[in-house]
């Protein structure tokens, strides 16, 4: 009898317990949001979110071909978090010939959270994208060029490359001996696909999503032409835009010891709280 009343007791007490389900965890980490073995994403909960909480997604550089989404300092996540947004930050295929297939990625993320968004309590269809470098251009590609649904309200560039034609861009790229990553992002040269170049170029299109472009002065690999290019054509069309040229920055405009993080963590958090509503 006593064996089956501590039992019983045990039970209740397990009963009235509450565990953290995956929707309460404050990181998820490695989500399989595709089929491909890059579909990975992690994802930082506020603090305080519903079905209201807008996401920032942070698209990692590498040259298309490198990096990874733990490359995001802690501090640039935990900031952005702390103004109350979720954050996921994404693996994606690195560059095989078809810059599609990374805009694909993009969406299939997206998806992906829209479609956890009520186990997570997070909202759907509110979205910023923030990237650094390819994963700046990725950013703008897919908000100016690929969202279909309208759901990216924000995009933050950090050196993103805007024109993949630019002869400077190449020529810097072959300065760095990484001028290969233009045939393997797009699976040929400028001169036999002249159209993949113009397609895969940001700055050839245009759509009403409030753009914040950083680049440093200095920079010697993505030419700052492109983020003013950027900013000269998303202005011509009426779209809101801004940007920033850090005088004293190269190409690393973000990460540890960075002395201009300061002001982009002010702006970001100005520019989001502006547009990711």
């Not at 501590?6 to 989500?31: H, N």
């Not at 897919?142 to 805007?162: E, L």
């Not at 400028?190 to 993949?196: K, L």
Request: some cysteine; charged content about 15%.
């Amino acid at each position: 009898m006593r064996t089956i009343l501590t039992t019983a007791l045990f039970l209740l007490s397990m009963a009235s317990c509450r565990f953290p389900s995956a929707a309460q965890k404050a990181t998820l980490s490695d989500e399989t949001y595709g089929p491909f073995a890059r579909n990975k994403m992690d994802v930082y909960l506020p603090g305080t979110h519903s079905s209201s909480t807008p996401v920032v997604m942070l698209i990692h550089g590498g040259g298309w071909v490198a990096g990874n989404k733990t490359d995001w300092p802690a501090e640039v996540i935990n900031t952005i978090k702390g103004e109350g947004y979720a954050v996921a930050t994404i693996n994606y295929r690195y560059a095989d010939g078809d810059f599609r297939h990374q805009m694909q990625d993009v969406q299939m993320a997206i998806n992906y959270i829209n479609s956890k968004a009520a186990d997570w309590n997070i909202g759907t269809n509110r979205f910023a994208l923030m990237g650094a470098s390819a994963g700046a251009h990725m950013s703008l590609l897919y908000a100016h060029g690929f969202d279909t649904a309208q759901v990216v309200k924000a995009v933050i560039s950090m050196a993103g490359p805007c024109d993949m034609a630019d002869s400077v861009f190449q020529q810097y790229a072959n300065n760095y001996s990484i001028g290969y990553v233009f045939q393997q992002f797009l699976g040929a040269t400028e001169q036999s696909n002249p159209q993949v170049y113009y397609d895969a170029s940001p700055v050839n299109y245009h759509k009403q999503v409030p753009t914040l472009l950083f680049h440093g002065s200095l920079d010697n690999l993505v030419p700052p032409a492109h983020s003013q290019r950027m900013f000269d054509t998303l202005t011509a069309y009426g779209v809101i835009t801004d940007t920033t040229f850090f005088g004293n920055a190269g190409h690393d405009v973000v990460g540890p010891g960075s002395v201009n993080m300061t002001q982009i963590y002010a702006e970001v958090k100005a520019w989001l709280a502006l547009y990711l509503h």
